[in-house]
């Protein structure tokens, strides 16, 4: 992705998502409707990708919304911006960018989507396998690094 | 037949997810199977199992009386002239392939081919290979604001004398139907070959070849209470007659050796290699299957409770609603308005509601509506209006948590 116009570092490094902020709001959800919603919430908090950064090129393929990944190292470590056309996968990616943003290769290696997911209460329907897409993006995410 | 019995025969639908009873709506993707059809297949393989055509053991020949026997029906059912004329494939794919390859000696550089443009991709992908192969030229029929084909421009097309005709029955994505036998009559009054695409039709309409007479008619057994691959290319038998094989070998052969080999006579010509035996012996109970339902009945009662889908999904508003016509055939397409397909796909889904959500593989018709995709909800002979009523429920809990 390196020859692709980028979004500048500053855009990189804003992107905030504090684990500690979102996952209990995950761990304390009492229902799947609340899970959902705080997933649709969190793909708020993304920033929406500029058109002139929806281009092919970055598009994740597997996706069946769309979606796209921007990958930028910094001082050894990983910072993405991504974004997609349908609510739910922008939340999940969100989810996965909380999870690698800032991170070095090794931890971004060693993460385990499977044991994250669980951990949310999303291991049924939103576990990256069963979604379509998220492992794409997770896939993308690993390979980038 | 009490429809509750009916139900109870489709051992599938007697399922929870994740908590939920299964509310199955996605048909016209393929339908569910009843048990006979299971059992069929299974019994072929516990008793019969063998090559047919070939052997001259008993079990062979249990295989091939059976497996010839479903040629027999199939003639009947869509009312073909001869059993030679019903080809087993692999499903409505294959059969187009089948067509656009075959004729390709028939097509020269310049010839237009029409394609409708509700068609999905395998009745577009094979004809765009042979106007490779050929220089032929490909030409969308273009449809009205309401998803109707447009019958002007068609008629318009007409004059310019297509050397193919290709149509759907019944649009996969949208569910609107065509008036095929006008449409056919008026394409073979300029000289054109015919196909149409029954894969959406034949488990819903009376298909009569007679009536519509095309000159190729396919369609596959899944959509219609029978296995995956398997599926017939019906074609009238002078012009099926004149197709190249596109599979040579096995017994589509009558003679071989390192000089020249001479081909069969039909259909043996164009079922190159063990064909899927099983899979056509559960094609043959699906047959049953339809045949034992009071057929006005049962077409009456789909026609019902399409239109109680479409009219409840009118009721709830924030709904898109595309080409949905009183007369369309299984299947309602739609969007929340505003909202991505795939969202509302996976909070259905959260409810154990199974809808197809995408293009349906019919981009160029996603392209002409100028949507990316849409939801699709489609009925079978075991959808009742519980379904209905539980899928709007659920779609009613996807609006407040999309639109809230």
């Known amino acids: ?30 229902s799947w409707q609340e899970r959902y919603r705080q997933i649709m919430l969190l793909g708020k908090k993304l920033p929406k990708l500029d058109e002139e950064f929806r281009v092919e090129q970055a598009q994740v393929r597997g996706c069946e919304s769309n979606a796209w990944l921007y990958h930028n190292e910094i001082e050894g470590k990983h910072y ?15 989810l996965l960018l909380t999870a690698c943003n800032g991170k070095s290769s090794d931890e971004i290696a060693a993460f385990n989507s499977d044991v994250y997911f669980d951990r949310l209460g999303l291991t049924g329907q939103l576990s990256p396998s069963r979604t379509n897409g998220l492992l794409a993006v997770l896939k993308a995410i690993k390979t980038s690094v | 037949m009490d429809h509750a019995n009916l139900r109870a025969q489709f051992p599938t639908l007697e399922q929870t997810l994740d908590g939920y009873p299964l509310c199955y709506l996605d048909t016209a993707a393929t339908s569910q199977k009843p048990k ?34 479903v040629r027999d029906q199939l003639k009947s059912f ?15 794919t294959e059969s187009i392939n089948m067509v656009a390859y075959g004729l390709t000696h028939k097509i020269k550089s310049g010839d237009m081919i029409l394609i409708d443009t509700a068609a999905h991709h395998a009745n577009i992908v094979p004809w765009q290979e042979l106007a490779k192969r050929t220089g032929a ?20 097309l007409l004059e310019e004398k297509p050397a193919i005709v290709a149509l759907c029955h019944v649009s996969n994505a949208l569910g609107t139907q065509n008036p095929v036998d006008s449409l ?13 695409d029954g894969a959406q039709a034949i488990a819903h309409l009376d298909v009569d070849m007679q009536k519509i007479n095309c000159d190729f008619y396919v369609f596959s057994g899944h959509k219609m209470y029978g296995p995956t691959g398997v599926g017939v290319l019906y074609g009238r038998f002078e012009l099926l007659d004149t197709l190249t094989p596109m599979m040579t070998g096995g017994e589509m052969i009558k003679t071989v050796s390192f000089d020249s080999t001479e081909y069969n006579i039909l259909p043996n010509r164009l079922e190159a290699g063990t064909p899927p035996i099983a899979e056509v ?68 889904d959260q409810q154990g509601i199974a809808v197809r959500c995408g293009h349906h593989c019919a981009m160029p018709l996603m392209q002409s509506l ?35």
């Open chain 2, 78 to 92: 869509i009312k073909a002239q001869r059993r030679e004329e019903i080809i087993f494939t692999h499903g409505t």
């Open chain 2, 370 to 404: 100028g949507i990316k995709g849409c939801c699709r909800a489609s009925i079978g002979v075991y959808s009742n209006k519980e379904d209905i009523d539980r899928f709007i429920e659920a779609l009613k809990s996807v609006k407040d948590m999309l639109l809230d």
């Open chain 2, 281 to 348: 012996i559960g094609l043959g109970e699906a047959l049953s299957f339809l045949l034992s339902l009071p057929t006005a009945e049962t077409a009456q009662r789909e026609k019902e409770l399409l239109n109680y889908l479409q009219q409840q999904l009118k009721n709830l508003g924030d709904i898109t609603l595309y080409g949905a016509h009183e007369d369309n055939i299984g299947a309602v397409a739609f969007n929340l308005t505003g909202e991505h397909h795939q969202d509302v796909g996976i909070l259905l």
């Open chain 1, 80 to 94: 993405f911006i991504a974004d997609s056309d349908a609510r739910i996968v922008k939340g999940l990616i969100a």
């Open chain 2, 184 to 196: 056919i009559a008026k394409a073979k009054a300029v000289g054109a070959i015919t196909l149409i």
């Open chain 1, 1 to 30: 992705m390196s020859q692709l116009a980028q979004p500048s570092t500053a855009a990189f490094l804003a992107l905030s998502l504090d684990s500690e902020e979102i996952l209990p709001l995950f761990e304390n959800a009492g």
């Open chain 2, 137 to 156: 030229v490909i030409k969308p029929i273009p449809l009205t604001e309401d998803c109707r084909l447009d019958i002007q421009a068609y008629d318009k």
């Open chain 2, 36 to 69: 006979q059809v299971i059992e069929a297949m299974s019994s072929y393989y516990h008793k019969d199992n063998a090559n047919v055509h070939r052997a001259a053991h008993q079990l062979s020949s249990r295989a091939t009386t059976h497996y010839e026997a």
